[in-house]
């Protein structure tokens, strides 16, 4: 039984408060849902992450972590009390000011602990700002900008707005970045009605297991409190689900076997403390545990154990590309390569937990829960509801990281079958552990590929192999499969190509989405492939690119002839003078350094924005009301990356207004369109061109109502929109118009596919409209005795086509980098072992280094104003290049992602012993 | 219904403990952690609202660091450069938020074999006053954590101090922690060393390392090889993973392997020697 409650009064923010409460009860739930103040965040409850640091009698803690019996006569500070009177405090203001917030989801607790430091240390050094804030952990921004703001604290912010017609290539302030610097953000967890019940799941404890379920009516009985216990046998509609239209694989609830840890049996619902009272084990439920099958070799080897009965030999599907003859070709080349490489699973490690609350309403289905992808998520509900998808409403809250990682259905089953079957309302957070071991993973491979190229450094061929371990479920292993065919090569010319890929299930969570969707994994085994041979060339790593890299009418492995927006080599040129200086400035270091040797690494990287040659259409839709607001109907799932501000700037240079007059609503599947998933990089470019196109059809009924030419000038005003030509000025009454059932006068719609081709049965096709390019470099500083690395910078060029918004570009680059340099470094999920935050590592404050960035404009004509996508471009080339530094730091070639101070040590000796 | 108390004596928290057993708490920066997603119903005593607990004060014969001194207090505390090592791995204790909460005492309670508090105190020749019925009892820090998550304290007892003996005026201490990330890691191994010296040369040398065994050790062959070596950069050099084999027994895991483990605990000892010989406490000089 828990603690029996008591009262106890302390001041939050300068006002005195009481609570009634369980003096054990963390002080971080006390605050949010006794006192209202959702500010504080939970990301692990376990002192890991930081989300909750408050401030208390002026000191940092972590609110997950003081008894609030602890609390009794003292004085808390959480960042409700930051900013005074609605306005934002200096410190806030120069958060906003340098982007240093993304997502948001950490920075209550970067700002608390950054204030505490500026208590006492008004001017910071550096160091000092990294030392206060190296006990929060950040996904999305990596870091440098926090650590900006926080020694420009005394800045003044500049919030102008551009002009019409200037928004698109503007660096605009976030438009919702100030709920995020207030706490005023509402998350998953941060706001359900107050009659809400509680679930929880209760999980798979093996990873592989049998079991049978006992009595839960009589549990059920002997627990006051406890609302609903649901199994399998109570379920609505589809038994499974998945994110494909077919081959649906997932069970709803667990029947009689489960494949992974963590995977969900039962749902309880009932009042909190019941729930979280009742432990797994006091539940009728029989295990039988069975050795699971963890890894590619043992899911392939002979006899292995099906993970799934009807996936003989456990390969869930394959990716195949073949162009030219490779065997001839590698047979032919002057110089070969070759090698073989492993990566490990990476989590995703959102700072916010899944998290979220549903109520049924009348025969709908209503939900308000943290995603990616709202409309995949009402069509899976619908499913498993057995009711219309049109009866499901799927309200996003504001999303704290996804990085693929909430595209799934997560929350959405237990959410959706107790609030079906009660009819209240019903909520739900993950805690980090059951979080860790149930959501979908970056696919691990292992991969072995050879390169072949001319005594004059012209790449031949490439052959790739890689086996994709996509755990226990599909969830996005198909897709894996078909994308790394395609951009194994890198962005080169390779004539002759043979690309192979298998999705191997294991009873591993299931692998799925990660930005990247398995191509960072494969460039570090062409990249590397590519140093040797520039090597065995006597070329340089960086020349031997640009003599390489597919340039405009280049075709690509595919058969895709590219004409249009492929600023590859200029990415390579503009970084070549920091290429040569620091190459140079490494060696000269490394003759007077015998135990830190530096190097300096390169890699290049293109991917294509969208699905891989499969529809992939968004739709966007822009009106304006009678009393003259503007609103953006904006379907795309800002989940920190930015189209909250990135399509109005479209939106409104497509019209031709201002910037800050239009207002948006944001994804709400009964309000807004389908703008699909934000995923594959594709938002800024599908979804921005559906943008413009909405503008466009908005403009283009204004001018015709007004009779107007095409360069007329728009200005909205109460009531009213002036349209001007030349000297002719006519005015549109907008008060007398009639109204649709949003309050519209006028909509724009705008719907956009990129065209592409379905790949053959050889790889052949147009897989995507357009591509990304980028380089990166990666100066790093290796400890040859305990092969412990440094990144001491990171140079990253990238062409987007046009950059719409480069404040916001650059913050996508920082944070790509820094989850790059995770998997190359740190990062790796083992199943059943490292379902927490403190034994699954992502990078500090203090590990990723200063980022510079080079942005690129080759303009696509299908994007918006010639613009592509930037979000998973972003990661991929970083542990390629970190690879290559080492290896030119020391002459040891990593094979094993994450590369650890103990297999850097490893492979340093082994190159000592020949 | 499970029970909460926070008494404001050390007899009354005493008393308590001989009724019933209790779980202690503290700074709650390893209750809380172990108990995500599970029930807060363990009887507890929390002993952070004790008078006198708290704080550092020197007694003449040595340093009384009270059981509820946190890090923190630790870092800030004007102290001589003996506990240069301690305050080196206050800093790596977590992260600030930790560090302002989380206690010295409940590292050692904890016994976990990466704590980092263990290798300094040991380094320091600590000692921990535990407090129970029959009175109080000191044991050498060496004797109280007796393996992973297992100490010598009686259920009814109490941590309520850690004592550090006098060193020479001039003793110089150093600490290093390795781990696979700079800030909020465990770390892989780490190296606490003392030295008192004696006419340039080194007259006592304490040295042990945490994370690469059940319970961080003193390395007594080490520390018998650098007795009279000169104090400067050389010192140390000559130590080699034979001086560390029978001392620690290092396992492999997620963080690295066995022999890895020998290497770096090796390299890490002679560069914290290294450093202090030259006058200066030694650091990781990568950010790892």
């Known amino acids: ?914 | 219904m499970a029970q909460y108390v926070r008494p404001e004596s050390l007899e009354e928290a005493l008393a308590l403990l001989a009724d019933a057993p209790l779980t202690i708490l503290a700074g709650g920066t390893d209750y809380y952690p172990a108990r995500v997603g599970k029930p807060l119903d363990d009887d507890l005593l929390d002993i952070t609202g004790i008078d006198g607990l708290r704080g550092i004060s020197d007694g003449g014969d040595g340093w009384r660091i009270g059981a509820t001194t946190t890090w923190t207090d630790v870092i800030e505390a004007d102290l001589p450069p003996l506990f240069d090592g301690l305050k080196l791995a206050a800093r790596e204790v977590g992260g600030v938020q930790i560090q302002n909460v989380g206690t010295l005492a409940g590292n050692l309670c904890n016994a976990s074999p990466a704590a980092d508090g263990v290798p300094p105190l040991l380094s320091l020749d600590a000692e921990v006053e535990l407090a129970g019925p029959d009175g109080a009892r000191r044991l050498p820090l060496g004797e109280f954590v007796l393996g992973n998550r297992e100490t010598a304290r009686q259920a009814d007892e109490l941590l309520t101090a850690l004592h550090i003996p006098k060193a020479a005026d001039d003793a110089v201490s150093s600490f290093l922690k390795l781990g696979a990330r700079k800030y909020l890691v465990i770390s892989i191994a780490m190296v606490a060393v003392v030295i008192e010296p004696a006419d340039g040369a080194v007259g006592s040398a304490r040295v042990a390392v945490g994370s690469c065994s059940a319970v961080a050790q003193r390395l007594p062959d080490v520390e018998a090889a650098l007795k009279g070596q000169p104090l400067d950069a050389s010192l140390g050099q000559q130590i080699t993973q034979d001086h560390l084999t029978g001392a620690i027994s290092p396992i492999s895991d997620v963080r690295g392997s066995a022999d890895y483990r020998f290497d770096v605990a090796a390299t890490l000892v002679r560069r914290a020697l290294g450093a202090l010989g030259a006058g200066g406490q030694g650091q990781l000089e990568t950010a790892a």
């Open chain 1, 1 to 914: 039984m828990n603690v029996m409650n008591q009262s106890l009064s302390f001041t939050v923010n300068g006002a005195p408060v009481s609570v009634h409460s369980s003096p054990v009860t963390r002080l971080v739930e006390v605050l949010r849902l006794e006192l209202g103040l959702t500010g504080t965040k939970v990301g692990c409850n376990a002192g890991d992450c930081g989300a909750c640091t408050v401030l208390l009698d002026g000191r940092q803690v972590c609110a997950c972590m003081v008894p609030v019996g602890q609390v009794q006569g003292r004085d808390v500070q959480t960042v409700e009390g930051l900013g005074a009177d609605g306005a934002l405090s200096t410190l806030q203001q120069a958060f906003h000011k340098h982007g240093a917030a993304q997502c948001g989801i950490c920075t209550p607790g970067m700002l608390m602990a950054a204030r505490e430091l500026l208590d006492s240390t008004p001017v910071p050094t550096e160091q000092q700002a990294m030392d206060a804030l190296g006990g929060v952990l950040c996904r999305c921004t990596g870091y440098r900008k926090i650590v900006d703001a926080v020694l420009d604290v005394a800045a003044t912010l500049d919030e102008t707005t551009p002009d019409a017609g200037a928004a698109v290539g503007a660096p605009l302030l976030k438009i919702d970045g100030k709920p995020k610097l207030t706490g005023e953000e509402s998350f998953g967890a941060d706001a359900a009605p107050a009659d809400s019940l509680w679930c929880r799941v209760v999980r798979a404890p093996h990873g592989r297991a049998n079991f049978t379920v006992g009595d839960l009516e009589a549990f059920k009985a002997g627990h006051p409190g406890l609302e609903a216990v649901i199994s399998n046998k109570d379920l609505p509609g589809a038994k499974l689900h998945g994110v494909y239209p077919v081959g649906k694989d997932t069970p709803v609830l667990a029947t009689g076997f489960t494949r992974h840890k963590g995977e969900g049996v039962l749902v309880l619902v009932g009042d909190k403390l019941t729930v979280e009272s009742i432990r797994d084990d006091d539940l009728p439920i029989d295990w039988s545990p069975l050795e699971p099958v963890y890894g590619v070799e043992a899911a392939l080897a002979e006899g292995a154990p099906l993970v799934h009965d009807d996936k003989p030999g456990n390969i869930l599907t394959g990716g195949f590309l073949q162009k030219g003859d490779v065997d001839a070709a590698l047979a032919a080349a002057d110089h070969v390569a070759e090698g073989s490489w492993q990566t490990s699973f990476v989590e995703h490690a959102y700072i916010e937990p899944e998290a979220g609350w549903a109520q049924r309403v009348g025969d709908r289905m209503e939900m308000h829960v943290t995603t990616q992808a709202p409309y995949m998520n009402r069509d899976e509900v619908a499913a498993i509801l057995g009711i219309a998808q049109e009866d499901v409403r799927i309200v996003p809250t504001a999303v704290g990281g996804g990085f693929g990682g909430k595209l799934d259905m997560s929350v959405h089953v237990p959410l959706a079958l107790a609030a079906w079957s009660l009819d209240r309302p019903v909520r739900i957070t993950l805690e980090r552990p059951e979080s860790m071991a149930s959501s979908t993973k970056r696919h691990p491979a292992r991969m072995t590929a050879t390169a072949g190229c001319s005594s004059d450094g012209k790449l031949t061929a490439l052959r790739f192999d890689g086996d994709f371990d996509t755990g226990a479920y599909s969830s996005w292993g198909p897709t894996v499969a078909d994308r790394v065919p395609v951009h194994a090569t890198g962005p080169y010319i390779v004539p002759n190509v043979r690309n192979r890929t298998q999705a191997v299930l294991t009873n591993a969570p299931p692998a799925g989405a990660f930005r990247g969707f398995g191509v960072p994994q494969a460039s570090i085994t062409s990249e590397a492939l590519y140093d040797e041979l520039a090597e065995k060339c006597g070329l340089d790593p960086l020349e031997f690119r640009l003599l390489n890299v597919i340039r405009h009418g280049g075709e690509t492995a595919t058969g895709q002839i590219l004409e249009h927006s492929v600023g590859m080599a200029e990415c390579l040129e503009v970084m070549k003078p920091a290429w040569v200086e620091r190459r140079a400035a490494a060696t000269a270091f490394n003759e007077n350094s015998a135990v830190l040797k530096r190097g300096v690494g390169i890699s290049c990287m293109w991917y294509g924005c969208g699905n891989t040659g499969i529809p992939n259409p968004s739709t966007m839709k822009v009106g304006i009301s009678a009393d003259g607001k503007v609103t953006l109907y904006n379907g795309v799932m800002d989940i920190g990356q930015g189209p909250n501000t990135i399509m109005p700037q479209i939106c409104a240079d497509a019209i031709g207004i201002p910037v800050n007059i239009i207002g948006q609503i944001h994804g709400d599947t009964d309000l807004t369109a389908d703008a699909g998933k934000s995923s594959a990089s594709r938002q800024t470019f599908v979804s921005g061109r559906a943008t413009q196109l909405a503008g466009e059809d908005l403009r283009t009924q204004i001018l015709r109502l007004a009779n107007v030419g095409d360069d007329a000038r728009i200005e909205i005003v109460p009531g009213e929109i002036v349209v001007r030509d030349g000297d002719a000025q006519r005015t549109i009454d907008l008060r007398g118009m009639a109204t649709d059932p949003n309050g519209d006068v006028l909509l724009g719609t705008g719907t956009f596919d990129p065209p592409t081709v379905a790949l053959d049965e050889n790889g052949q096709g147009i897989p995507y409209a357009t591509y990304g390019f980028g380089a990166q470099i990666a100066e790093v500083e290796v400890d040859t005795e305990l092969g412990t690395v440094k990144v001491l910078k990171i140079w990253a060029a990238y062409d987007v086509g046009r950059a719409v918004n480069p404040m916001q570009l650059d913050g996508q680059i920082h944070g790509g980098v820094a989850q790059g340099l995770g998997l190359a470094l740190m990062e790796e999920y083992i199943p059943e072992r490292t379902e927490n935050l403190h034994d699954y590592l992502i990078p500090t404050v203090g590990d990723v280094p200063p980022i510079e960035t080079f942005l690129i404009e080759d303009p696509e004509p299908l994007g918006p104003f010639g613009a592509k996508g930037i979000g998973e471009q972003s990661l991929i080339p970083t542990p390629a290049a970190i690879f290559g530094a080492i290896h030119h730091a020391t002459g040891a070639r990593m094979r094993h992602a994450p590369a650890t101070p103990a297999r850097v040590r490893a492979a340093i000796l082994a190159t000592r012993q020949g």
